[in-house]
């Protein structure tokens, strides 16, 4: 039978960035319908819509902020509602319905490809179909290794639910979604000693954020010479924030006793590594965020503004827009006209593009903190508000657990944020005007700037 969802394409003549929004869209309506089914919770009665609205988009988009204790709140349906949004947030409903197409034998048109295109950001559509199959491979393999891993190391401790618990965890830390099991919004705060737990977790945020691309090359071409320049800009990006990061928590937290103060030194560059991985979008956290000290909070802003790299399961402006600007702001510096890395030159579109982002993205922060701010009522500090909006709007899902206070507008403009951060604003506002291309050229004039 003719797929519905392309008979509604054609029909209404939809860009592919339209029906990348238009899934997400629909992903979370499903998801909130879902969530506010009596069946849902334990206490019978569904939660609100506009909670379930928070839920279901901090789900489908993989970010993590809650006003569910998910373990003490929703009921095993409810559960498998929240971990099944994650994973088809965290792939992509246009990935999986290329994989229902190659497993039905079902060959995909010009415009699916397009589509595909967008979705995948890729320049070209050869290899796309092939490109597909192996995220669903690396996706199910790397899921499967770490769930079986998580469920032995469960084991001892919750029986033979720790099966339950190594598949949602799994799948929560790889879509880069960090919600867990554990009950009581503490994350893994109580088990901050448990070197093995955080490193697993730090490894599947890790694989999940980098990007599927990238990791296609790793495993595929093993050779940093040949490796594209998104693979280089991609890995060396991660490994210089990581590095940073972790060094960065340390010298700030390793002498305050409320986070990471009264622990073993190898336990304090444990958690130290752990918290450098995990606000680049993942939401997990192994201290309590509101006795960390105020610069530590500052420098997650930055983390958590930058978030993972593209074609990843995670948000922000993602780790190659913040390289092309590091790399254009250096050359402005330097006077020089093209900015190069990796003896490569970066094109003039790219770096107008990854300045649009970063400039675009920067506004919509700001507009969602003064709205979330006017509806808040200076109940909490501007600081802190600032703090879950960027945790939004890099899906990393972080909290000071004040988001269950907000009201329900400031709670739907948290909502469209993790909205925005998961599809990119750029794209939201590409999908919304035409875009023409015209010969024309006006004459150009200087204007004093700076």
Known sequence: MKNLWLRLRASAQLKPTQMILLSFLLLIAVGTFLLCLPISTTDGEGLRWVDSLLVATSASCVTGLTVVDVHNDLTMFGTVTLISLIQIGGLGIITLAVLVYHTIGRRLQLRDQMLLQESMNQKRTKGLVDMTLRVVKYTVCIEAFFAVLLTIHFLPEFGWDALGYGVFHSISGFCNAGFDLFGNYDSVVKRNT??????????????????????????????????????KL????????????????????????????????????????????????????????????????????????????????????????????????WAVLRDREDAAI????????????????????????????????????????IQNIVFEVMSAFGTVGLGLGITNQWSDFGKCVLSLTMFIGRVGLLTLLLSMTKQRKTKIRYPSENVMIG
Not at 201 to 217: D, H, K, Q, R, T
Not at 236 to 242: A, E, G, I, R
Not at 251 to 257: D, S, T, Y
């Open 342 to 381: 990796f003896g490569r030159r970066l094109s003039i579109e790219m770096r107008n593009r990854a300045f649009a982002i970063f400039t675009v993205s920067s506004m919509w922060v700001l507009l969602a903190v003064f709205l979330i701010a006017i509806s808040d009522h200076e109940v909490h500090e």
């Open 234 to 329: 991609v890995l060396s990006m991660n490994t210089l924030l990581l590095l940073l990061g972790t060094v960065v928590v340390f010298a700030l937290e390793h002498g305050n006793p409320t986070t990471l103060g009264t622990l073993a030194t190898e336990d304090q560059w444990v958690n130290s590594f752990f918290m450098s991985v995990s606000p680049r979008t993942a939401g997990f956290n192994s201290f309590d965020l509101q006795a960390a000290l105020q610069e530590t909070r500052e420098f997650f802003l930055l983390l958590m503004f930058i978030g993972a790299s593209p074609v990843s399961t995670g948000g922000g402006i993602k780790t190659t827009t913040f390289a092309v600007i590091l790399c254009s702001i």
């Open 194 to 231: 448990d070197s093995f737990l955080l490193i697993v977790f730090a490894l599947l945020v890790m694989l999940g954020g980098i990007g599927f691309p990238v990791m296609s090359e790793v495993v595929h071409v093993r050779s940093w010479k040949r490796f594209s320049l998104h693979t």
